[in-house]
């Protein structure tokens, strides 16, 4: 059956069927307009207007078909969500009717009101206007009666606004220097490297009824307050497990939506935490695996919501518990079949990849500080060095069979894998095991057989920006390399460079590597006093590094960000911390004074009724006199410490000195006072009666599903 029908039963008929795919360009278009979009899509190359009105015309039709009115270009501004304004396909006519119209002009180029994105200043000294460009290797879809249309946003002058733009940008850096390191090992073939994700996405379910009654679900995403249920996660019963009926029935209907606008979801299961749950994707070239990562988080929210469920992408929901981060799976791979990340079979081949692994030891070492920082946001503040998820030290483990390989590289020995020699170049290496039992999960950048997974980010994280880096980085390193080994090549004298490079770059940037326990205080306290490594613990300690000169240095060599570029993101994300904790404790103190402080004042009176009652009849005041004591005390010491963060807002238009002053401010003064808040109105919980507790509890809310 045709991806033209109605959806039908099996996966394979209505996969992809609300997607203007390559099937439904290939029936749809003249066969030499067909070709050229292939080309645009394959190789970059603009599309005539001419060209782009075919195209448009062909895909309004189509999307009329599947119900569409309205046509979007979709975006992805630095709010970390995507962004659409949705136009009709109708004109007017002279007669008072309409006709349905769409031009290549429109579906190439939009104008979007850029004025309320954030900009980080760019807007302050350029106009306002922003301008949509369509980004062809991304397919059309159509979806809630609308034709998206995958765009990058920049500004009329050109700086971007978006997290698209650079990430196209750092794709085509790596492509040019991979082929250039491909070109020395003899590879005439490949045209084309390309990066590619799978991001393994967490996230959990809430009861739509409990999650209504928590403003602070509402507000921000997480829990305020909460004691701890009696249970948790310690008996390692969820991950994996049996998944619930109704948690079922949202993951499959979850899935049919992806699939019908051509998501790859592959893989789901129960996470650690209790109502936590992860979905898979297989991976797809980076900036696909981008939009459609985005697309995930939403359909995932709207699916939950049918389901009488709220789908929370917080990195931290609930205290106690593992939070959701999303593991970045990584790779490179050329259009001549080749993943540059997988050892191959031949000394050749492992050469080759040596050396895309030295490039990537050495990136992650000297540019270790843009990784962290990829990974940065209030919300998964939370999680970096909690015992969950891997330490804010960016470390790299490589597994014991490929330390083997660069502990004789290093040391100019043979190397031993179960009895046999290798000569490293000479003879082949040993076969890497994809799935090697002593996988390490505490690593935040871990070789996985023929990829590698960066396991920092936050689960609510756009992945763009950590592919970004990625991507640089590499680029980086590699042209570096190929500047020494081309000479080389020419003087034939290659092999005997590329081991001095070898070995130079292990002896250098060893210290990046770490094959043990990556949760453990003794790491934390070698990786910052024998490494030297940068243990950047929260946000507001490591984004004063995106300008350091070396990374300005390198983003502008490849022209994927200006410094201007690089600055604004900066003061974005900067801002937006401090507005984050700003909402949050905006929002305990409203809870505080219209809930909690209420609630335990009136429980506090039923007490000391107990109390009087008893006395009343000559009777000693027992329990109840203790509990009302406990419950007085607490209670006044909730009401001094909600003060004290009230006075702490109020005083932060004082530090307001720089961006970088009052996040500052937020993290030690209003972030702090927030933890001790909390401290003293989850014990009173502890003592206040279920029924006057003036929101449900963390056992409703983690087991109630
Ligand atoms: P695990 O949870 O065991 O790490 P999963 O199966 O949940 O593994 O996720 C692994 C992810 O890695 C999948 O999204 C998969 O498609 C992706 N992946 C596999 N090979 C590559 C590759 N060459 N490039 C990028 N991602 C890859
Ligand atoms: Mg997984």
Redesign the pocket.
């Known amino acids: 059956m045709s991806q033209e029908t109605k959806c039908v039963e099996t996966v394979a008929d209505f996969f992809g069927c609300d997607v203007f795919n390559d099937d439904v360009m290939k029936a749809r278009l003249p066969k030499g307009v067909y070709k050229t979009v292939v080309r645009t899509k394959t190789l970059g190359v603009p599309l005539d207007p001419d060209v782009a009105d075919v195209v448009a015309n062909a895909m309004k039709d189509w999307a009329i078909e599947k119900g569409a009115t309205h046509f979007t270009h979709w975006f992805q501004p630095m709010t970390g969500i995507t962004a659409e304004k949705h136009d009709s396909f109708i004109s007017p006519t002279t007669n008072g009717s309409v006709i349905l119209e769409f031009s290549g002009k429109e579906l190439v180029k939009g104008e979007p009101d850029a004025s309320s994105f954030p900009s980080g200043g760019l807007r302050a000294t350029f106009e306002a206007r922003g301008y949509t460009a369509w980004d062809p290797t991304s397919n059309c879809f159509v979806k809630d009666g609308s034709l998206y249309i995958p765009t990058a946003f920049c500004s009329y002058t050109g700086e971007v606004l978006d997290k698209k733009t650079p990430l196209l940008r750092s794709m085509e850096v790596v492509n040019e220097q991979a082929l250039r390191i491909l070109r020395l090992f003899g590879n005439t073939k490949a045209t084309r490297v390309t990066t590619?994700?799978?991001?393994?996405q967490e996230y959990f379910l809430v009861d739509k009824k409990l999650y209504d009654q928590r403003e602070d679900l509402i507000m921000t995403g997480r829990t305020l307050f909460g004691a701890k249920a009696p249970k948790g996660q310690e008996l390692e019963d969820h991950y994996f497990g049996n998944i619930k009926q109704r948690v079922s029935d949202f993951m499959k209907d979850l899935d049919k939506e992806l699939w019908k606008l051509g998501v790859?979801a592959?893989?789901k299961h129960n996470e650690v935490a209790p109502a936590q749950h992860?979905l898979?994707?297989?991976?797809t070239t980076s900036n696909i695996?981008a939009d459609q990562n985005q697309l995930t988080m939403e359909i995932m929210k709207k699916i939950a919501l049918k389901h009488g469920l709220v789908c929370l992408l917080h990195e931290k929901p609930y205290a106690g518990v593992n939070g959701s981060g999303k593991?970045n799976?990584?790779?490179i791979?050329s259009n001549d079949g080749q993943?540059l990340?997988?050892p191959g079979a031949t000394p050749m081949e492992n050469l080759q990849f040596l050396t895309f692994l030295c490039a990537i030891i050495k990136g992650v070492h000297e540019y270790s500080d843009l990784l962290r920082i990829s990974a940065a946001s209030a919300g998964n503040d939370h999680r970096l060095g909690a015992n969950e998820a891997p330490p804010a030290i960016i470390s790299m483990f490589v597994g014991d069979e490929l330390q083997a390989v660069l502990d004789a590289i290093e040391s100019g020995t043979t190397m031993k894998s179960e009895d046999v020699e290798f000569v490293i170049g000479v003879d082949a290496l040993p076969n890497f095991k994809k799935?090697a039992t002593d996988?390490n999960r505490t690593s935040p950048f871990a070789f996985?057989g023929?990829?590698f997974?960066f396991r920092m980010l936050g689960s609510a994280d756009s992945i763009s920006c950590t592919n970004v880096m990625l991507n640089t980085i590499v680029a980086e390193e590699l042209s570096q390399f190929a500047d020494v080994l081309e000479p080389a090549k020419e003087n034939g004298n290659f092999e005997e460079e590329l081991h001095k490079l070898f070995v130079k770059t292990i002896k250098e940037h060893k210290q990046v590597i770490f094959n043990g326990n990556g949760y453990s205080d003794e790491w934390v306290e070698e990786a910052v006093n024998v490494r030297k490594l940068p243990n950047y613990v929260s946000t507001v300690d490591c984004l004063p590094h995106y300008t350091d000169d070396k990374n300005v240095k390198m983003f502008e060599k490849f022209k994927v960000y200006t410094k201007t570029e690089i600055e604004a993101r900066q003061e974005i994300l900067l801002e937006n911390y401090s507005k984050v904790i700003n909402i949050e404790a905006l929002t305990m103190v409203d809870m505080v004074n219209k809930q909690i402080l209420p609630a335990s004042m009136s429980y506090t009176k039923e007490v000391c009724d107990m109390v009087a009652s008893k006395k009343a009849i000559g009777l000693e005041g027992g329990v109840e006199e203790e509990l009302a004591k406990k419950l007085a005390c607490l209670t006044s010491s909730l009401d001094a410490q909600v003060k004290d963060l009230e006075c702490k807002l109020c005083d932060a238009s004082n530090h307001e000195e720089t961006i970088y002053t009052y996040a500052r401010y937020y993290r030690d003064e209003v972030f702090a006072n927030m933890q001790s808040l909390r401290a003293v109105a989850d014990e009173l919980e502890t003592i206040v009666a279920e029924k006057s507790w003036p929101f449900p509890t963390y056992s409703k809310l983690l087991f109630n599903i």
């Open positions: 590619t994700v799978g991001p393994e790859f592959k893989t992860e898979a994707p297989v991976f695996a593991h799976n990584w790779s791979s993943n990340l997988d799935d996988r996985t023929n990829k997974e």
